[in-house]
Every structure is written in C-alpha cells, then in structure tokens.
C-alpha cells in the first residue's frame, strides 16, 4: 500500500498538518513510521476518509446531468475577443480554464465574481503520479 507523509496528506485534504496529526492522536486516521523514522499514512486509508468526509459545494443548476464532473466555483477571469472567451473559475483548491464563445459568456451573464459550475465530460483522462507505489 502506499504509504503518504502527514504534510502530503494534509495537502491532498486542505487542511493543515496538525489537523491531520490530531486524526491520528484521535484514532481517526492510523499511522506508521517510514524506513527515515517519519510518520505516515495508508493512501487506501486516507482515501476512503477523503471520500467520505468530502464536502461538496451545492450545485447552483437544479437541471440533470450525465456529466459526473461538476466543479462549483468563482469567476476568477475573463479574456473575451468578438469570438471566443477564455473563462478562469476558482473551484476549490483547483483553477479550471474552459474555452467558450463569447456570445455563450453573454448569455450566461458570467463575469468576475459569478459562481459557475465547469461541467467536465470526457473520453480522455490522463492520470499521473510523481512516485512508483513500492
């Protein structure tokens, strides 16, 4: 299993280091010692309390979708020519960039400040990882 440091997992979560520290002291979270004498946690662990404890922000659309990646987030900016926009939208620790038309900017009222959703749907996602799990 992999195994993830205190601030790694404090970083993947949003929260702060001592947050993570007091789950362990708690029991919420278990913890081992790595081979340099650092205390770390299971990454399937860890995963199962990030899903559970995730706290999603209410989609402000009541419509229905097949889409499953919905990211609620601010406006943050707009590069608008005649044709296309580039809007910019802080949605949680993650920046989400999309391309759309300007006349679609128009219709939407978007502006800095708006709350939007970035609905994602797509055929190609690519995963990476910065280490080999050992």
Known sequence: MPQIRVRDAAAFLGVSDDTVRRWI?????????????RTVVDGLELAR??????????DPASVGRSARNRFVGIVTDIVMDTV???VELQCGPHRVVSLISSEAVRELGLEQGSVAVAVVKATNVIVETSAVAE
């Not at 002291?25 to 004498?37: R, Y």
């Not at 309390?49 to 209410?58: D, F, G, I, S, T």
């Open 25 to 37: 002291d708690s029991g919420l979270l278990s913890s081992t010692k790595d081979e340099g004498g």
């Open 49 to 58: 309390m990030a899903k559970q404890n995730a706290v999603l922000p209410a």
């Open 84 to 86: 296309m926009a580039q």
